[in-house]
């Protein structure tokens, strides 16, 4: 069993795809095809379930995953530990990023990252809270920026805060509630009630708080959207009121009105990382940029 038929197979199971896990390793789709078949026979069964339209985990891929990030992520913290004693940090850093993550501290922090260790690979890999949560658990990523949960996180997990945020309503500049100084979000339950998908960590956080407020009415949006300035267009055009994060720039509009709820809803984004197995020398020199930074 090889490192390479193993990156191969952690391509096709996080893509879905052997053409876009082809893609992501620079190979062609046959030569992963081709691995992947020889990998199966090795383990003596089928490793994926392939139909005309999808490639999903089989049983047999369920178990190898894990098995296979820990060991590519083992290789790669072994050659950058040897590289970091060389004084020449080198190797990858595979980070997640959530929607808004241009608004916390990563941009700044990943550009002096570049500048002081210019041989490491950054790969940023977009996706939802919850999933790259889980992502960060079974080592598929060193690190993630994500909007923190309202349970707290696992103990082998640790996190450092880069925004503070909250959602607002946001209404016409027209609308007679322009002016108030809060907006119960007891009255933003309904078909004119614009906000994120069920796929986004706001829209959990809003449906809890609104359950916290009154657990007799389920939330239930009339229009639903992770674009911020597909929200705001929408208010404009007359069709209701949204929920949004308060620092996304799309509110910065003379056309609209921003009202903080009643109560808050606040968030936190946070970078989130594993504490064991203990972070490699990419992760350690970011961490080290990042607490400098947040201090």
């Not at 997640?96 to 990563?106: A, Q």
């Not at 007679?176 to 796929?199: F, H, M």
């Not at 960590?201 to 009154?214: K, N, V, W, Y």
């Not at 239930?220 to 996304?248: F, H």
Request: aromatic share 4%; hydrophobic share 45%; net charge negative.
């Amino acid at each position: 069993m090889e490192l390479r038929t193993l990156e191969y197979f952690v391509a096709v199971a996080e893509e879905k795809s052997f053409t876009r896990a082809a893609a992501r390793c620079r190979v062609a789709q046959p030569a992963i095809s081709q691995q992947i078949r020889a990998l199966e026979h090795e383990l003596g069964e089928p490793l994926f379930e392939r139909t005309s339209r999808s490639v999903r985990l089989s049983r047999g891929g369920d178990v190898l995953l894990p098995f296979a990030r820990q060991a590519l992520a083992a290789t790669a913290a072994a050659v950058a530990e040897f590289a970091a004693r060389s004084g020449v940090l080198s190797g990858s850093l595979r980070i997640g990023t959530v929607d808004g993550v241009e608004r916390t501290d990563l941009p700044a922090i990943l550009g002096e990252f570049h500048r002081q260790h210019a041989n490491v690979t950054v790969e940023l890999i977009g996706g939802t809270s919850a999933e790259l949560l889980a992502r960060i658990g079974h080592g598929g990523l060193e690190a993630a920026v994500v909007a923190l949960p309202t349970m707290p996180l696992p103990g082998t997990l640790e996190m450092l805060t880069m925004l503070e945020d909250e959602i607002v309503a946001v209404v016409p500049a027209a609308d007679d509630r322009a002016k108030l100084a809060r907006l119960p979000l007891t009255e933003l339950a309904g078909p004119t009630t614009i906000t994120y998908a069920r796929d986004s960590g706001l829209r959990t956080l809003l449906e809890e708080s609104f359950a916290a407020c009154d657990g007799d009415e389920a939330f239930r949006p009339g229009c639903e959207t992770n674009d911020v300035a597909l929200q705001v267009a929408l208010v404009k055009a007359g069709i209701g009121t949204a929920l949004s994060a308060q620092t996304d720039p799309s509110l910065h509009d003379e056309k609209v009105a921003i009202i903080p709820l009643q109560p808050s809803v606040r968030y936190t984004k946070a970078m989130v990382w594993r504490t064991q197995p203990a972070p490699a020398a990419p992760l350690r020199a970011l961490l080290a940029i990042a607490g400098h930074r947040t201090v």
